[in-house]
């Protein structure tokens, strides 16, 4: 009975054929799964993006801003003072006007 194979040796031979592609499918999975949901994965990039983009957003509108305030406080210098302005922002800060000042009120914005 030594050419007929038993179930054990049949059992064996099937387990060895299957192992290692099973282990290979195994291991490409794992890191297939990671390269995507992982915390560095696609799906994180394209939530770092979203978040780049917001941020030069906001980037760009503080420049602007910075930019605003940049121009105000260089036509405040001694050389350049805009006493229209001055005497603007001075009544605009005390809430104060002059007695014979025509004020015209305007919404907020």
């Known amino acids: 009975m030594a050419g007929i194979p ?5 059992l064996s031979r ?32 394209a939530h770092l993006e979203a978040d780049l983009t917001e941020a030069r957003t906001v980037l760009a509108a503080l420049e602007h801003e910075r ?12 050389e350049s003072l805009d006493r229209d302005l001055l005497e603007e922002r001075a009544r605009s800060i005390v809430n104060h006007a002059h ?3 025509l004020v015209i009120l305007s919404p907020s914005r």
């Open 14 to 45: 099937l387990l060895r054929l299957i192992a290692g592609p099973v282990i290979g499918a195994a291991i490409v999975g794992y890191f297939s799964w990671h390269a995507v949901q992982g915390e560095r994965g696609l799906i994180a990039l």
């Open 6 to 10: 038993t179930f054990r040796n049949l």
């Open 67 to 78: 930019e605003e305030l940049e121009n105000l406080a260089g036509r405040l210098r001694p």
């Open 99 to 101: 007695p014979h000042d």
